[in-house]
């Protein structure tokens, strides 16, 4: 860059540190027509490095730069924009920046040090070769040492396999050396140093997969000085903030040894278990006035991380679970019970601060109390470890817990104490106590369980009437989650006791939200305890106008936990339901109307509709009630109302689900034409999708009266619901309007395929150019979906008819059908789906080989990946040089192994017991790789779909359907060419099975 824009640069970085607007936009714009020069780089880095030029200016220029390197560096960043700069300026770059580590100015030398970073992420160590002896250099010196750790810091991160062994035997005494050297080097750059150590552990012992004696050669000669500074580390005086820090990272080193290589580290287990204890018994004090509100905890370094002493706990507790979850040293733990479950009460103490947090905001609150949504506090983690605890050494923690609350209570009236104590009881649940079918023989030890009913007798009934609202809800909350387990009459003053926290105008939202708890809690007993149901049916009656009043006046936070409890009760008692279906219709009502298609109460409103309709006492009313509010909506021509018009065809299709046959007039005459209305005058996107999922159902549950349906023009609902089927069909139509689409269109030739005639193969045609473009998997499995269920129920015609279809490659539709189905079958969800396609391939299989058809066995489609020989990590430079490869087989051959992948789904259990020596080819091959998959699950998404549960195949054992299906195919002469095909994981699934496979 010439010396003019050189001072052009200057000028415009000194603009955008102006406090006018003006200038600063000006210059802001003038910098983008500088950053694509070929200098500008450079120009940058001199400017930083340059000590004449202000500070501000010189951090301006290094954070300019950083983003130059994100945009600019490498066409394969996610960010990258043109132009790339040249070789020569990447050299020269490369060159200079190391400079910057020496850097006395910590903003500046920290960007220089993520320059370098985000540059090593892409060139080393192929394209920067020397970049690591250039750190190694720099961390003899103490003006760069910290920059260097930052930068090692990622780079660590960034080694490969490759090159690990290489940096090992140089890395690692350094960092020792780092670590013990206390005058020269900060905490902050020792605490690098552990977390350094901590990464290359991670990968060395990663690479013991291919080389079990890595670990041995590598890490053994320098794990003992390691643990040895460790400890002395950890047994050092606390002076500042940042010790925790260090604390953290050495506690999270060990975690990651106890995991990796257990029998190296477990004969220093109890020197550097006592140091590691005492992180939680010699912060008694520090931790009391902290969640007092009488000191604060540091929040995060400069990395963003918890340095304080909650983060040193929370590596404590990450500790004690890794111990508790290896059988062979979780005797440590059980040895000390007792103090572990004391101390895991004690730091779930709430700190002040959130305490204030949540009078202030009970929405808050209740975001935080549910269990989905709730943030990973320290709290939430003692929890995890109480309850891992207790999984396993059940008897002994029941009996240590009940120790640890005594010690806690005796001579103490602390509200947080007594909260803390209710909270950990309330984690475990029932079964801490003993069960009333449990004999106890003489000499035995009576407190191998919890005494529940001496706790509610001193602190959870005294509890009650405490001015702490915490306190008092969560003796609810226990009060609902031991109702089970306690005398009639104790239940019954629990129920009447959370139906009050509700009824009671001057209670504090927060006492009013854990009430709403205990009783969702209690509707849940319910279900299993006449107790408990009878004392509801007594007590709710009374509360249930306060309770819709409470669900309806707070902000959706309150509001969809209130809404979920009100659904449960609405299950409770259909006699009770029906008593007050009038009043929920009316809050279902007011809530859709007040939070306008909130996506978090809008699910729940749903329910409730669900519920209701599932009434016979409840559905009419109903129906006479919301309609007309819901086709208001849909009519409306309000831009605003996009959202509510989608919740509007959502809540209007359950109410057809749940409806009696047929349809009442106010549903076909009025909300099937508004549907209508607003499908073909909107482009909302999910108005779209949500109204195709309305018109399947009315198509679906009254397919006549669809039919029979004409609207002002004479045009038939029928036409009306093909029309929008072409619409969301259309390759120009947003693939986010087309999720549901295949379903629609199943739907109308199922229900409807003798009425549709020309249409029939239209609809059809369209789905062939959708699935052309389509890109979204759950898009294509749909559209896939209704080819398997043409051939499930007419294989002839839908063979014949994509036979027939040219497809995009020049070749048929059936070959380009089927090309994407099977490349793609292993990633479809959905048991029911799942189900669909196995049965629609195994039926293509017995067409394609029984009677030899060459449509079908003449196609030739991707089989298994070809594996790198090597088998070694690769760096992202070569990842782009080489991409996959894949095997070509005969389309026959592909259906076999996908059959026998869906087989193996329910082969988990015996194959993970199997050694594991195969797991490369597990992961390789691909089949393994949904075996336990949490896609082929329960479709609960179905429950309310009665197209679907009146299906056959919904309730097929496809297991067994599978098993047999592959056992007759065994028979065949052509079997022993499929096994030529099969892997040695597909051979282990067939031999698991029953099934031949030689």
């Not at 690591?132 to 961390?139: A, D």
């Not at 909260?419 to 801490?432: F, K, M, P, Q």
């Not at 996009?642 to 409806?659: E, F, H, R, T």
Request: charged share 20%; with cysteine.
């Amino acid at each position: 860059m010439s010396s003019a824009l050189k001072e052009a640069l200057l000028e415009c970085m000194a603009g955008t540190l102006s406090p006018e607007g003006n200038v600063r936009n000006a210059a802001e714009e003038r910098l983008k027509a500088l950053e694509v020069t070929e200098h500008f780089g450079i120009d940058l880095m001199e400017i930083i490095l340059e000590e004449a030029y202000t500070p501000p200016l010189r951090q301006l220029a290094s954070v300019l730069l950083r983003q130059y390197v994100d945009t600019h560096w490498n066409p394969l960043a996610e960010k990258f924009v043109v132009p790339e700069p040249t070789n020569e300026v990447k050299l020269t770059l490369k060159a200079m920046v190391p400079l910057g580590l020496q850097e006395s100015n910590s903003k500046i030398r920290n960007s220089v040090a993520t320059v370098i970073s985000r540059i090593a992420h892409w060139d080393w160590p192929e394209a920067w070769p020397n970049l690591f002896q250039i750190l190694m250099e720099n961390l003899t010196n103490p003006k760069s040492v910290q920059g260097a750790m930052r930068v090692l810091t990622e780079l660590a991160k960034e080694i490969t396999d490759e090159h690990i062994l290489q940096v090992v035997p140089i890395i690692l005494p350094e960092m020792l050396r780092i670590l013990n050297d206390r005058i020269n080097y900060t905490v902050e750059t020792r605490t690098r140093a552990v977390e350094i150590f901590r990464t290359i552990v991670g990968i060395v012992t990663t690479l013991t997969e291919v080389d079990k004696t890595v670990v041995k050669k590598y890490l053994s000669p320098c794990l003992e000085p390691f643990l040895h500074e460790f400890v002395s580390c950890l047994e050092e005086k606390i002076i500042q903030y940042k010790s925790y820090a260090l604390q953290k990272s050495i506690v999270k080193a060990i975690s990651l040894l106890l995991r990796r290589c257990p029998k190296k580290i477990s004969p220093y287990l109890q020197f550097i278990l006592k140091p590691i204890w005492d992180i939680l018994t010699s912060n008694i004090q520090e931790f009391r006035l902290y969640f007092n509100g009488e000191a604060e905890d540091a929040d995060v370094d400069s990395d963003g991380e918890e340095c304080g002493i909650e983060g040193a706990v929370f590596s404590v507790f990450s500790l004690i679970q890794t111990l508790l979850e290896d059988p062979s040293m979780n005797s440590v733990v059980k040895s000390g019970l007792v103090d572990l479950i004391y101390y895991i009460i004690f730091y779930m103490q709430l700190p002040q601060e959130r305490v204030e947090s949540w009078i202030s905001s009970p929405s808050t609150f209740a975001s935080d109390e549910d269990e989905v949504n709730a943030t990973y506090t320290l709290r939430v983690c003692a929890q995890d470890i109480l309850i891992l605890a207790c999984d396993e050494f059940p008897e002994e923690s029941y009996a240590a817990l009940g120790q640890a609350v005594d010690r806690h209570l005796t001579g103490t009236t602390d509200w947080r104490l007594q909260e803390a104590c209710l909270y950990a009881v309330c984690s475990l649940g029932t079964r801490i106590v003993k069960p009333v079918t449990k004999e106890v023989q003489p000499g035995a030890n009576n407190q191998q369980y919890f005494n529940i009913h001496g706790f509610i007798q001193n602190i959870v009934f005294p509890g009650l009437s405490s001015t702490d609202v915490l306190l008092a809800g969560r003796c609810l909350v226990l009060g609902s989650n031991f109702c089970t387990v306690l005398t009639p009459d104790l239940t019954r003053q629990f129920v009447q006791a959370a139906t009050q926290g509700i009824i009671q105008q001057d209670r504090n939202l927060i006492s009013k939200i854990l009430a709403a708890k205990a009783i969702n809690t209690f509707v849940e007993q319910a279900k299993d305890n006449l107790t408990v149901k009878m004392a509801l049916l007594e007590f709710l009656p009374g509360a249930i106008d306060a309770f819709i009043n409470f669900a309806a006046t707070q902000p959706v936070e309150i509001s969809s936990d209130c809404l979920e409890t009100i659904v449960q009760i609405l299950h409770l008692d259909e006699g009770f339901t029906a008593a007050v279906g009038h009043r929920m219709t009316t809050l279902a009502i007011a809530c859709f109307v007040k939070f306008n298609g909130d996506p978090v109460i809008s699910p729940t409103l749903e329910d409730m509709v669900r519920v209701l309709c599932q009434n016979a006492n409840c559905v009419l009313p109903l129906q006479q009630r919301f309609t007309p509010t819901l086709v208001s909506i849909l009519n409306s021509e309000n831009p605003d109302l996009g959202g509510a018009q989608a919740v509007s065809m959502d809540i209007l299709s359950v109410i057809i689900k749940a409806s009696p046959i047929p349809l009442s007039p106010a549903l076909i005459n009025e909300a099937f034409p508004a549907v209508i209305h607003r499908v073909f005058n909107s482009d909302d996107h999910t108005v779209l999708q949500n109204g195709g999922e309305c018109l399947r159902a009315f198509t679906a549950m009254s397919p006549l009266q669809v039919y029979e349906y004409r609207d002002s023009h004479g045009n038939s609902g029928l036409g009306h619901v093909v029309k929008l089927a072409c619409r969301l069909l259309d390759p120009s139509t947003s693939e986010f309007s087309a999720s549901f689409v295949g379903k629609l269109v199943t739907t109308l030739i199922m229900k409807t395929g003798d009425k549709l005639g020309d249409q029939l193969e239209l609809l059809l045609r369209a789905v062939l150019s959708k699935l052309q473009s389509a890109d979204t998997l759950s898009v294509i499995q749909n559209l896939c979906m209704v080819y398997a269920h043409l051939i499930n129920t007419q294989l002839d015609a839908a063979l014949n008819f994509l036979d027939s279809v040219p497809g995009p490659t020049g070749q048929s539709a059936l070959h380009f059908v089927m090309t994407e189905w099977v490349s793609r079958q292993q990633c479809f969800f959905g048991l029911f789906d799942r189900k669909v396609s196995a049965i629609a391939l195994s039926k293509l299989l017995q067409q394609g080989v029984t009677q030899n058809d060459p449509r079908l066995s003449q196609i030739q489609v991707k089989g298994d990946p070809i594996i790198d020989s090597f088998g070694s990590r690769v760096t992202r430079s070569r990842a782009a040089l080489k991409p996959d490869q894949w095997t070509v087989i005969p389309l026959l051959i592909k259906i076999f192994k996908l059959l026998i992948h869906e087989l193996s789904t329910f082969t988990y259990e015996e194959y993970e017991s199997d050694d594991s020596a195969d797991s490369d080819e597990k992961e390789n091959q691909g089949i393994g790789a949904v075996l336990g998959d949490e896609m082929f699950q329960d479709d609960t998404e179905f429950l309310d779909d009665p197209e679907v549960l009146q299906d056959p195949i919904y309730n097929m054992d496809i297991e067994n359907y599978l098993k047999e299906y592959l056992k007759e195919f065994s028979t065949h002469m052509y079997y022993s060419e499929f096994l030529q095909h099969l892997t040695q994981l597909e051979r282990k699934v067939l031999n698991l099975s029953g099934i031949r496979c030689s």
